[in-house]
Every structure is written in structure tokens, then in C-alpha cells.
């Protein structure tokens, strides 16, 4: 049974910096697609960021050159390092595995 769980979340000041981290059990994260999502105030859930099999990546225009997806494969973690964070980026953080497996989430508040 695959299980991801999200941390790292918190409140931010405008263009502060937050790591967030999803330890997965269950699945071997360089065989398969893991992702980044979120779903702000009112809106639909979205794609933040992707990271393929091969080590490819892909990102929503709105968070490129500020996040990066990386993965760490012993320690079977998903990591999304997040800079030059925007009232915007406020959301609930998901991590998926082949857009069929959710964590629970994590908040992530930038306010000054």
C-alpha cells in the first residue's frame, strides 16, 4: 500500500523560503511519476511541479525558477524547496504519486 506523507509547511513573509518534504513508503519513487500540487482559497487543485521516471522535471509557469522538485531515493522523499514566496503561493501542498495517490496535505501561508 503506498502511503505519502507531507511536511514543512507553515506561515511566510513575501519572499521568505520553506522546503517542504513527503516521506513515501510503499512505492519506489525513481520508477514512477511524483508530483507536486496545491489548492488555494476557491480554487481548483493544480499542478505545481512534476518529476518523471528518468529525472526529467516539469513546472507550472507560475512557480518556475522559485521551486525545484528533487527526489531523494534511499531516503524515499519527495522534496519541494520554495523561494521568493507570494501572497499566491498560499495553498494546501499535495504530494501524488502517478496522479492516483494523495497525501494529506500540508498549508503553506506566505502573508506579511
Known amino acids: 500500500q503506498v502511503q505519502l506523507v507531507e511536511s514543512g509547511g507553515g506561515l511566510v513573509q513575501p519572499g521568505g523560503s520553506l522546503r517542504l518534504s513527503c516521506e513515501a513508503s510503499g512505492i519506489i519513487l525513481s520508477r514512477n511519476v511524483m508530483g507536486w500540487y496545491r489548492q488555494g482559497p476557491g480554487k481548483q487543485r493544480e499542478l505545481v511541479a512534476v518529476?518523471?521516471?528518468?529525472?526529467?522535471?516539469k513546472y507550472a509557469d507560475s512557480v518556475k525558477g522559485r521551486f525545484t522538485i528533487s527526489r531523494d531515493n534511499a531516503k524515499k522523499t519527495l522534496y519541494l524547496p520554495m523561494n521568493s514566496l507570494k501572497p499566491e503561493d498560499t495553498a494546501v501542498y499535495y504530494c501524488n504519486a502517478n496522479a492516483v495517490v494523495w497525501g494529506q496535505g500540508t498549508q503553506v501561508t506566505v502573508s506579511s
Open positions: 518529476i518523471y521516471s528518468g529525472g526529467s522535471t
